[in-house]
């Protein structure tokens, strides 16, 4: 089998140049372990955080060693207890094509109610983003119009598809090609949305929303951001969920101009990590179930077949080449 290692830390964006592919060793599994042949796995945007060395929320990967991330295998030899050969299994050792974990970092998924993918997305880590992100820090409550950057990508789908759930009144999104901005109102049922590169996003904001938002669900951040608080309503809420306008920058970018009118907005701007929010898991996990079987929410991913493609489909997420979560099959 083979395995996705990072042998320099990229500065600026990422090239090929950055990782090796390599044969991996399968060490002989000790009691209580299972050995797992990943058959889909995640890219992810935070992942570009990892490839550098300093901390940031999660431990930067190793040089020489294989990457990390979400996958779905199936278990092939197991030592586990409650564990059995053919369950599929959701854990953090994505990157290679056989994984060896201890039986409690594995939880086993039911791929006959959703596929494999679905559980690294929107029944993942990604869906609970945007839930978490709403109900929790944003504090939805009915009747919000809702604005949502990255509209098209797995986060960004989800945020506008569970806001209407749980009630917004107006979702507004923001995308770069004019075949995202279809899919995002079309298919995602988005009540309107732009394309970020057609012109100011301040400008495209105020005319998608005349009277301003009571949320901004912040994927980009950057000119997105400032635009944002700009459409502030009284008691807006910005949810900052990530920025990867600058996760590729070498030099911190300025900030937003406009912040003093988080005063007479009385507004609030609050960053998050999905990480502190498992408490929900069970909750959405409940409610997602529901809203995928009577279609409120509709699932879209973009998938890269094969290991050997999987540091194209990473760096495809980063250029915006995945429309919904962006998985590589192996
Ligand atoms: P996406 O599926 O949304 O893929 C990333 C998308 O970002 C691309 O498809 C691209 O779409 C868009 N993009 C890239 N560069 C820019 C730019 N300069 N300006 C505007 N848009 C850009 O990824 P995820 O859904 O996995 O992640 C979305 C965000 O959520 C990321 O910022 C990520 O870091 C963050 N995140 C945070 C978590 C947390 O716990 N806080 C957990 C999970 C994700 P387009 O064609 O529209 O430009």
Redesign the pocket.
């Known amino acids: 089998p083979r395995e996705v290692r990072l042998v320099s830390r990229p500065v600026g964006w990422p090239t090929h140049d950055d990782f090796e592919l390599v044969a991996s060793e399968v060490p002989e599994l000790a009691e209580g372990q299972v050995r797992v042949r990943n058959v889909v796995m995640s890219v ?3 992942m570009r ?1 990892r490839m550098s060395a300093a901390t940031s ?1 999660a431990a930067p990967y190793e040089l020489g060693e294989a990457m990390q991330g979400g996958a779905v295998g199936v278990v092939e030899e197991s030592r586990a207890d409650g564990i059995t050969v053919g369950d599929h299994v959701l854990h953090g050792l994505g990157w290679r094509e056989v994984a060896v974990l201890d039986g409690s970092a594995v939880r086993v998924v039911d791929v006959t109610a959703a596929p494999a993918s679905a559980y690294l997305g929107i029944l993942g ?2 869906g609970l ?1 945007a839930y978490a ?1 709403l109900t929790r820090v944003a504090a939805l409550q009915e009747g919000d119009t809702v604005f949502v ?10 945020v506008g598809q569970v806001a209407r759930a749980l009630g917004a009144s107006r979702v507004i999104g ?4 004019p075949e ?1 901005v279809r899919h995002v109102v079309e298919d995602l049922g988005f009540d309107a949305a732009f394309n ?1 590169k057609d012109g100011p996003v301040s400008a495209q904001l105020r005319e998608a929303a005349p009277d301003g938002i009571d949320v901004y669900f912040d ?4 000119e ?1 951001l400032e635009a944002a608080i700009g459409s502030l309503r009284l008691h807006g809420r910005v949810a ?6 600058v ?1 590729n920058d070498t030099e911190p970018a300025p900030g937003p101009r406009n912040l003093a009118r988080l005063i007479q907005t009385r507004g609030r701007i609050e ?5 502190d929010h498992y408490d929900l898991a069970r909750e959405y996990a409940g409610k997602a179930a529901g809203w995928l079987a009577d279609g409120t929410i509709s699932l879209r991913e973009t998938s890269v077949d094969g290991i050997e493609h999987a540091v194209d489909a990473f760096l495809g ?10 998985v590589v099959g192996l």
């Open positions: 992810d945007p935070y955080g929320y880590m990604t983003t992100g950057s990255g509209a098209a990508g797995a986060v960004g789908g989800a923001s995308a770069g090609t995202k970020y994927n980009v951040g950057g997105h900052v969920c990530g920025m990867i306008s996760y960053g998050f990590l999905v990480g997420v980063l250029r915006g080449e995945n429309t919904g979560k962006m």
